[in-house]
């Protein structure tokens, strides 16, 4: 194939074609850095440009429960029957917690396959946001039936429910500025703690996917939390540290 077999758009414009090759990769072993060594290459030679490392990555911030389970049995059936052999894997999670790595390196597939099996679900950042939401309304009913909250019906659901302002919204508004910034906060230390690291590196994310439109900047404006520098920040490291992100959308799939 060349690459006039190829046509590449930017906001329905075709742009020229400069560069077009095809790269191969093969496993290879990460070398970790000698702590007693004070010298430091970025060099690129033929060998490291054609590493390849991959990191598998389970957002359980941002997949609900049940979507968890099905993206668990997706990478359990990759590692057992699609991972080359020799090929360095990680494992790692991101939760309410940050990144949390489960599993270093490895290429072995059976000792990767058992840390898969460990993984715990947990609910997502929209999961407890309902929670909150049915707590709430709960106890409010609660307190109306017994006389402590002498206010109508509606009264309680224009307090809650109410059009831009009312209390889950801007407390579901909170929660996914939040799980917003874990998450890419995140990706931005993966990308960082891979810089050195020579080769082509890919990023499997397994995920229920953020809730803001990529191309529209006013969707990550959550309230007064800015996400902007963050999400640019966060992407340019991952591009300046040659790491391909490859999301798996576990919604319906």
């Given amino acids: 194939m060349t690459k006039d077999e190829f046509y590449v758009r930017e906001n329905g414009t075709a742009q020229k074609i400069s560069v077009f090759e095809e790269v191969t990769t093969h496993p290879g072993v990460i070398r970790r850095v000698d702590p007693n060594d004070t010298g430091f290459t970025n060099a690129v030679t033929p060998e490291t440009r054609s590493q390849r490392v991959t990191m598998i990555v389970l957002d359980t911030l941002n997949t609900r429960f049940e979507d968890q389970v099905r993206a668990r049995r997706e990478i359990l059936k990759f590692v057992e029957e699609s991972l080359q052999p020799d090929e360095p894997v990680s494992l790692m999670t991101i939760g309410s917690g940050g990144l949390n790595v489960l599993n270093d390196f490895t290429t072995d597939p059976k000792v990767l396959a058992e840390a898969v099996r460990k993984v715990r679900g947990h609910l997502s950042t929209a999961e407890k946001s309902e929670g909150e939401r049915a707590d709430l309304e709960e106890v409010l009913q609660n307190q109306r039936q017994s006389g402590r909250a002498p206010v109508s019906q509606g009264q ?66 959550f309230r007064n939390a800015n996400l902007v520098p963050l999400y640019e920040s966060a992407w340019n490291a991952l591009n300046e540290s040659q790491i391909s992100v490859y999301p798996l959308d576990m919604v319906d799939c």
């Fill in 156 to 221: 309680i659901s224009d307090e809650l429910y109410g059009f831009e302002g009312g209390i889950f919204d801007r407390f579901e508004q909170q929660e996914q500025a939040t799980g917003v910034e874990l998450t890419l906060r995140a990706l931005r230390q993966i990308a960082e703690s891979f810089a050195g690291v020579p080769g082509r590196k890919s990023l499997i994310w397994a995920t229920g996917g953020l809730p803001f439109i990529a191309d529209d900047p006013d969707s990550f404006n």
